[in-house]
T-cell receptor
Framework: RKEVEQDPGPFNVPEGATVAFNCTYSNSASQSFFWYRQDCRKEPKLLMSVYSSGNEDGRFTAQLNRASQYISLLIRDSKLSDSATYLC?????????????FGKGTKLSVIP | NAGVTQTPKFQVLKTGQSMTLQCAQDMNHNSMYWYRQDPGMGLRLIYYSASEGTTDKGEVPNGYNVSRLNKREFSLRLESAAPSQTSVYFCASIPSGGYNEQFFGPGTRLTVL
């Protein structure tokens, strides 16, 4: 089983739609969780950390379920500028406390 | 603050040639990382340096060497480039601790012919 798994998509959604991405991780000892955004031919950038109690940043909501080893990202009122690849990232666990393990990413295209 | 810088941005090599990818950060971060990103494979860790003076292998270290020259700089060397090393290489850094953002450089696009 791969350490971090994501649905690769692509997700093609109209502007204004709500879209959800899911991610599962294999090691229950994983310590920290993040969502990164990567635009085409650019470096990944942190979108948000994911906390055990769940957290929200504007139109973005992240949830963590440690029991199910599951992370989610919800985007409300999608904008054209949200089009990107979203990477689920897990720190610690099998890879060690200094290493981050990246999912392969979920591609989102927001259509006018 | 320039953040994380990488040189060169683009490079074309012939099989068997050697080169060093340079990375520097000005954020006083302890840990630095080298990744490669290939289509359909996601980001894979090549080597990392948890702190100045230490380096460790990641998921795909074969064919690479690294040097943590000082706290700011972490270089990646290809001694004898192979076509399988054609990829986009990202350097990143992170301060020690729990919920810390990993900052990435802009990447080096390497083609090995």
């Amino acid at each position: 089983r791969k350490e971090v798994e994501q649905d690769p998509g692509p997700f093609n959604v109209p502007e204004g739609a709500t879209v959800a991405f899911n991610c599962t991780y294999s090691n229950s000892a994983s310590q920290s969780f993040f969502w990164y955004r990567q635009d085409c031919r650019k470096e990944p950038k942190l979108l948000m950390s994911v906390y055990s109690s769940g957290n929200e940043d504007g139109r973005f909501t992240a949830q963590l379920n440690r029991a199910s080893q599951y992370i989610s990202l919800l985007i409300r009122d999608s904008k054209l500028s949200d089009s990107a690849t979203y990477l689920c990232v897990v720190k610690g666990g099998e890879a060690g406390s200094y290493q981050l393990t990246f999912g392969k990413g979920t591609k989102l295209s927001v259509i006018p | 603050n320039a953040g994380v810088t990488q040189t060169p941005k683009f490079q074309v090599l012939k099989t068997g040639q050697s080169m060093t990818l340079q990375c520097a950060q000005d954020m006083n971060h302890n840990s630095m990382y080298w990744y490669r990103q290939d289509p359909g494979m996601g980001l894979r860790l090549i080597y990392y340096s948890a702190s100045e003076g230490t380096t460790d292998k990641g998921e795909v270290p074969n064919g690479y060497n690294v040097s943590r020259l000082n706290k700011r700089e972490f270089s990646l060397r290809l001694e004898s480039a192979a076509p399988s090393q054609t990829s986009v290489y990202f350097c990143a850094s992170i301060p020690s601790g729990g919920y810390n953002e990993q900052f990435f450089g802009p990447g080096t696009r390497l083609t090995v012919l």
